[in-house]
Structure formats: C-alpha cells, structure tokens
C-alpha cells in the first residue's frame, strides 16, 4: 500500500516561488509514474505535471509549462515541484498522486490513471 503525503504549500505573493513536496511510503517509489494535480475553488481537478518511472523524464500543463518543474529525489522517495514566478491563477489546493495502473499512454496526465492520492496541500497567490 502507498501513502502519499503532501507538504510545503502556504501563502505567497504573486512572481514568488514555493517547493512542494510528496512523500512516499509503503511499495517501492520508484516503480510508479507519479504526478501532480491541482483544484481551484468552484473548478474541477487539472493536471500540472508528471513524472515517468523509467528515465525520469517529465510533461507539463500548459499553464505551468517553463514555470514549474517536477523531480524526484535521488533515493526516490520523495517527489517535488518547485513553482516559480507563482501567478494568482496558480492558487489551488495541490494533490500529488502515484499509478500501479498499466497504460500505453507515455506520460499520465489524466486523474483515471493515478489510483493513489495525497491530502493535498493549500497554495494561496496573492496578488
């Protein structure tokens, strides 16, 4: 069983950076693809990045593209985002989220794709 739990979020203002952070617990971490997601009041819940298992490489919404970047830390077990030049829009409770789940897709950005979820952690940009 995965855990995931979700921390570094807070208040910022606007051109501002945060870095959030996701910890992993329970099966291997490095076996997952794992991902990031976000949900803004009154809106549904949107990709902003993810994370192959096998050679790291990475894909973004385009919303973030250039802005934001996903890692994970050497011993892989804990995935980060570190959020740059944050933009009112930005502000969103963020969800990291890991897949068991086969697919043919290349990189998972779709929410049907990821069956284990964190808490999630606020992100409030000030303008």
């Known amino acids: 069983q995965v855990q995931l739990v979700e921390s570094g979020g807070g208040l910022v203002q606007a051109g501002g950076s945060l870095r959030l952070s996701c910890a992993a617990s329970?099966?291997?971490?490095?076996?997952?693809?794992m991902g990031w997601f976000r949900q803004a009041p009154g809106k549904e819940r949107e990709f902003v990045a993810t994370?192959?298992?096998?050679?790291?490489?990475?894909n973004y919404a385009d919303s973030v593209k250039d802005r934001f970047t996903i890692s994970r830390d050497s011993a892989k077990t804990t995935l980060y985002l570190q959020m740059n030049s944050l933009k009112p829009e930005d502000t969103a409770v963020y969800y990291c989220?890991?897949?068991?789940?086969?697919?043919?897709?290349?990189?998972?950005?779709?929410?049907?794709?990821?069956?284990?979820w964190g808490q999630g952690t606020q992100v409030t940009v000030s303008s």
């Open positions: 989220a890991a897949s068991t789940y086969a697919s043919t897709s290349y990189y998972y950005t779709e929410e049907r794709q990821y069956n284990y």
């Open positions: 329970g099966r291997t971490f490095s076996q997952y693809p």
């Open positions: 994370i192959r298992r096998i050679g790291g490489s990475t």
